[in-house]
């Protein structure tokens, strides 16, 4: 499933290519933007724009490779397919190592270009829906207290009722009216729902 609000970026300094392959991916109707230069796609794009990024390695003044590290140190997960020539592989292979979503080869088929696109549009819309559940379990940790941020992390450890006391010091049902509390808070119905919840909303060095 892919987003119809997404928007497939063209980034190559290559006038005829850029053109080919707009025509190529708007005449399978998708929306397409096409830019130059990684500059200019920069300082055009909107973080919050779902959709994916066809990026040339080789280009004047910043390069593919450059760009997918500013992204990345922008926090911008937008899949990106790197369109290379052949002696650009092993540097693209480099790339996907990175998290690039894949690399074409020219030439390449069309047909297997468009369905990678297809998958890139596809793991946007899931690194996304990700990334909303995070914020939202985040936000529910948020409102606990610190014992019972205290009871979720043993609970989630797999911890009993009867051990956590003992780590923390209080009795049993001090840490069953914590937990129930905990999971009314966290809209958690059972403890696998409450795991999950727990794991999306607490960063890992803070586990």
């Known amino acids: 499933m892919t987003d119809p609000a997404a928007i497939v970026y063209i ?12 025509w190529l991916i708007e005449s399978n109707g998708y929306v397409v933007e096409t830019h130059s230069s990684a500059e200019s796609f920069l300082a055009a794009y909107d973080p919050h724009q779902p959709g994916c990024i066809v990026l040339d ?34 540097t693209a ?8 979503a894949e690399f074409i080869e020219k030439p390449f088929n069309d047909t297997k270009f468009l369905a990678v696109i297809e998958g890139a549009l596809a793991r946007d819309v899931e690194t996304r829906r990700a990334r909303t559940r995070q914020l939202s379990a985040a936000a529910r940790v948020a409102t606990l207290s610190r014992r019972e941020r205290e009871v979720l992390e043993r609970a989630v450890a797999g ?24 999971m009314m808070k966290m809209g958690a119905d059972s403890i696998a729902e409450l795991v999950q919840l727990a794991l999306d909303g607490i960063p890992p060095q803070h586990r």
């Open 57 to 90: 390695i080789r280009m004047p003044g910043m390069s593919g490779i450059e760009l997918q590290d500013e992204l990345e140190r922008r926090g911008i997960t937008l899949p990106i397919i790197f369109v290379t020539g052949h002696g650009d592989v092993p």
């Open 159 to 182: 911890k009993a009722n009867k051990i956590i006391a003992e780590d923390l010091g209080i009795s049993i049902k001090t840490v069953e009216a914590h937990r129930a509390r905990m």
């Open 11 to 22: 980034v190559d300094d290559d006038d005829a290519f850029r053109d080919s392959l707009r």
């Open 93 to 100: 292979v480099a790339a996907i190592k990175k998290g690039a």
